[in-house]
């Protein structure tokens, strides 16, 4: 059938080459956080739209899904989910009679958005979170752990891959918001959600949103003093003691950023700063506040955020406390590999090309092909029997660097160096590093 | 935030044991496809509406897509994709001049239909497929090659998972379409559509069908003649030319259809049956058609389906050829994982809970746990400092096998068997069987 081809702004799908690299990167994340225990869950695409729409400023976003001929009894209209803590939230208040608390889970799966399509915003978007949530209650030390667990992931994928170095600011909202109690500031949440546009208009545009929402210019002061500390060490404490702000929730806060602080500090030196003007937008944090950026890809902006939450979900007889992080997956990698900077060294997961002669020869390309693949080798056989040469470009565009001739007791050709040399289908093994595809950076 | 709980119909969540066994299957498709060289894709899960809505039947299953607040100037509306078919015809036709043919890719991926919820029908749910297109032209000898794959990976999830073997029912479109047009049949692809139903509505439902379509008594004999000829050797041949109908393309097909048959039985004997009432209801078909069922869960129906399209796509310039075959993830394992006959030995991929005697003595815990994962051992520490017996039955309620005691120096006990023994964190390993859930099938 002809069809229309209509690439959609905001879905962005990937070449093959640039599918491995993204492959490579879930595979690596799901194999850290397995490590340490998180048990995968997926959840449904969908949630009612009900759920989806409580939560302010998103709501917009939301993309309704509907039976193009829905019935008369069909339930309520459905939305895709925005983010996967929304519906984690939902999965463990269906499932918390069968679950077992603290509960440990990973979860790597699309969310949509109908924001305006721009640079580094995508409709359709990977996200890969991990979360612990406790029934009732759940010890501050696992605040650090998630914290720990996305940097040694994300270090992973700096020494294995080649993506930068991540750095990551954490804060406290109990910090944040003892000292705004503590300036007798009325609704600090209002204050939090005008204080998180810091980086987007600066502070004398906050200054201006605080003193519209009633907040006296003493105050506006004060929390711009606080939202301007900055620290990789415990100085940030006496900075926040000079402002002379004294109230029992902000010391609470300062003991919890404190202990998070050096956790990072012993496991990952350098890679933590205390920054008081991270807040998260979103109201339900109610403790640590993490987001991390890649420095070297700054205009990425905040690649993984997350945070501490006392009550995401409640039914009444429990709440589940917990603690997460967010790696968004589509928005760190889909720049460079749409642009071609992060690649793979073939197409195709194939290390081998099996030749083939003739078509009455097939068989035994086949059988050569079979007894590769017996270790592990992934290979083809060629498609068709044409001259060698052409059989070699085949392999050459693809990126494959074995051809391999002649049945079982055969030959088998480096097509990168020429070099060949006579090999047996049912011992030979490619070195390492020719095994699987490579992921590779191109500077620019 | 208090949430209503809304389980929907049709949307499968699986708990994490459940999962585990989801994931360990999606790993061995895409472990066998990769083996065969086959790449990965992803397409984005909407297209265009009017792209989705071309297929007859199934235009009223798909769901549309809208932002809740979409402007003036948005696109036309989208639609999830209820199959992998339709995105990747589409990809290739968008990324024709960057792909190299023939391009194999496997393509793991949900998929929507709002079907009414039943039995066995799911409207969200995972497929698997593989495809090889080549540009014009495509050789036939790739056919006999996605069967033989989807079958080796089928014989996979067979031995390592215990789901039941795959049956193979093979025939061609072409052998039907000449039989049919040598009867002198006007339209031969309604009749396909109308023989398709065989197996829900019986011999003479379709025969009074046919005849409703103005086929007159002897061709809708000749045409049921055929259809009731089944086997697993070549006898199929003799008992079709039984018939006494001539044609060419009839021959063709004959010819395809045995050397398929004798592809699949020089690899894995036994595992195909031609079965010439297999027509597949979609128009594209052009050849070769495949439909596998798991004859131990019977009641599951057709898990996989596939078969040869000449022109699935086209530009203009190039067609674009090629096989396929879908295997129904979602389809073959919720019923088994939503019922708990098939599961996993833990809930967790921890293999060992670190326990913790103090809090004092946490670091010492987590230093045991980070060389454990250095040697690829999921394992945790335990979230509290509680009585030993009581971090012991937070392991044995997940399903974790082994408990460490008493810091790099120290202890593991086996809760299963109660034993323990001294052990070094930097040297131990547990029996290759525990270190990852093994998955199990429970007998009903």
Same mark, same amino acid.
């Given at each position: ?11 962005? %799908?990937?070449?093959? &080459? !640039? ?5 490579? $990167?879930?595979?690596? @994340?799901?194999?850290?956080?397995? /490590? #340490? ?97 406790? %029934?009732?209650?759940? &010890? !501050? ?5 998630? $914290?720990?667990?996305? @940097?040694?992931?994300?270090?992973? /994928? #700096? ?102 602080? !050096? ?182």
């Amino acid at each position: 059938m002809a069809q229309r081809i209509a690439p959609l702004s905001g879905f962005p %799908e990937y070449l093959p &080459a !640039a599918r491995i690299v993204e492959l490579r $990167v879930i595979d690596t @994340l799901r194999e850290t956080f397995e /490590l #340490h225990g998180f048990a995968s869950i997926q959840t449904r695409s969908v949630e009612p739209l009900e759920q989806l729409s409580r939560k302010g400023e998103i709501t917009k976003e939301v993309y309704a899904v509907r039976r193009l001929h829905a019935d008369e009894g069909d339930a309520g209209t459905l939305g895709l989910h925005f983010d996967l803590t929304v519906p984690f939230a939902r999965y463990v208040l269906e499932n918390s009679g069968k679950l077992n608390f603290p509960f440990r889970r990973y979860q790597i799966q699309p969310a949509w958005r109908g924001e305006r399509p721009q640079e580094g915003r995508y409709r359709e978007f990977w996200q890969a979170d991990i979360d612990i949530v406790g %029934e009732d209650a759940l &010890a !501050a030390h696992h605040d650090a752990e998630v $914290v720990l667990v996305m @940097l040694e992931a994300l270090g992973r /994928l #700096h020494d294995q891959f080649g993506i930068p170095d991540a750095l990551m600011r954490i804060n406290n909202r109990k910090l944040i918001q003892g000292f705004y109690e503590g300036l007798g500031v009325a609704d600090p949440l209002a204050v939090i959600q005008v204080v998180d546009k810091l980086d987007k208009i600066g502070p004398s545009a906050v200054g201006e949103l605080l003193a519209g929402q009633g907040v006296a210019a003493d105050v506006v002061t004060q929390i711009l003093a606080l939202a301007s500390i900055s620290s990789t060490s415990d100085s940030f404490i006496d900075e926040v003691r000079a402002l002379g702000v004294t109230n029992d929730l902000l010391e609470i806060g300062l003991v919890e950023l404190s202990a998070l602080l !050096a956790a990072v500090n012993a496991q990952f030196p350098g890679r933590a700063v205390v920054d008081l003007k991270i807040a998260r937008g979103l109201d339900y944090y109610t403790g640590s506040v993490f987001e991390v950026e890649l420095p070297q890809w700054r205009s990425l902006g905040t690649v993984s955020a997350g945070g501490r939450y006392d009550a995401l979900a409640s039914d009444g007889r429990h709440t589940y406390p917990g603690v997460g992080i967010s790696f968004g997956v589509t928005r760190s990698l889909a720049p460079q590999l749409l642009a071609g900077n992060l690649s793979a060294t073939r197409s195709t997961p194939s290390a081998v090309l099996v030749a083939v002669d003739d078509e009455e020869s097939r068989a035994s390309a086949n059988a050569v092909a079979a007894s590769l693949r017996t270790r592990g080798i992934p290979c083809e056989v060629s498609p068709n029997s044409s001259a060698y040469g052409k059989q070699i470009k085949y392999a050459d565009r693809r990126g494959i660097p074995y051809v391999w001739f002649g049945g079982p007791q055969g030959q088998v050709k480096d097509i990168r160096t020429g070099s060949q040399a006579d090999a047996q289908a049912s011992e030979w093994t490619p070195p390492t590093e020719d095994l699987l595809p490579r992921v590779i950076v191109i500077e620019a």
